[in-house]
Each structure stands twice: as structure tokens, then as C-alpha cells.
């Protein structure tokens, strides 16, 4: 229960970055997939997850560059169940949205093995 919390508390104060690439997922926006934010997968919380997709998207800010190890052994859990995961800084989201939304769009692509 302590994560869902947490993970309600974390939807609530969404950073910039977060924001703005919430408001690109939400409501099926992408290929008609589910996008959930700031989604409990114990014992971590991601910023986005597609279940139906197994993917999930994390957005990384500086202080990524000191637990890069930590964000490896994550990544690397989380691959376990069948998840795929992709990061973008968040310098990414503000000064590329596009591009980041196009390589969310291959990704899935990719997945679902269907073409362009």
C-alpha cells in the first residue's frame, strides 16, 4: 500500500518534463495504447508504463549521471518480467518533444511488429 501511495503522491507533483510528456501519452494518444503514469512496479515506481505494450518510458534529470549503476540494475529487474524500458533526459522532452515521440512511436512499432 506504502507504493501506491507514494506513487499517487508522485502523479500529484509531476515535474515539468513529466507533464508535458504526459500530455502526449494520455488518452490513447499514441497508436490507441494505454499509457499509465507514475505506475507501481514493485518494488520501483516508473514514470510511464503501457502494460498491454510491457513498456515502460523514464525520464532522467542530472542527478541520473551519479546512480547510473543504480538505473542498471533497475532497468535490468524490471526486463525480467518481460518489460522494455527507454529513458530520455529531460532535456530531451523540452528541447525535442518530436523526436522523442517519434522513437516512442518505433518502439511500439517494434513491438507490435507492425509497419510504418
Given at each position: ?63 541520473h ?44 512499432l ?7
Amino acid at each position: 500500500m506504502k507504493l501506491t501511495i507514494k506513487a499517487r503522491s508522485l502523479r500529484r507533483n509531476q515535474t515539468p518534463f513529466e507533464r508535458l510528456l504526459w500530455q502526449k501519452l494520455r488518452n490513447k494518444q499514441i497508436l490507441s495504447f494505454k499509457f499509465r503514469r507514475q505506475f507501481p512496479i514493485a518494488p520501483f515506481i516508473v514514470d510511464f508504463c503501457c502494460l498491454e505494450l510491457r513498456l515502460i518510458i523514464e525520464l532522467d534529470g542530472s542527478q541520473h549521471f551519479e546512480q547510473a549503476s543504480y538505473d542498471e540494475e533497475r532497468s535490468l529487474y524490471l526486463a525480467q518480467p518481460g518489460f522494455k524500458l527507454i529513458r530520455f533526459w529531460n532535456n530531451e522532452i523540452i528541447e525535442n518533444t518530436e523526436a522523442v515521440l517519434e522513437k516512442i512511436y518505433l518502439v511500439i512499432l517494434a513491438i507490435t511488429g507492425k509497419e510504418i
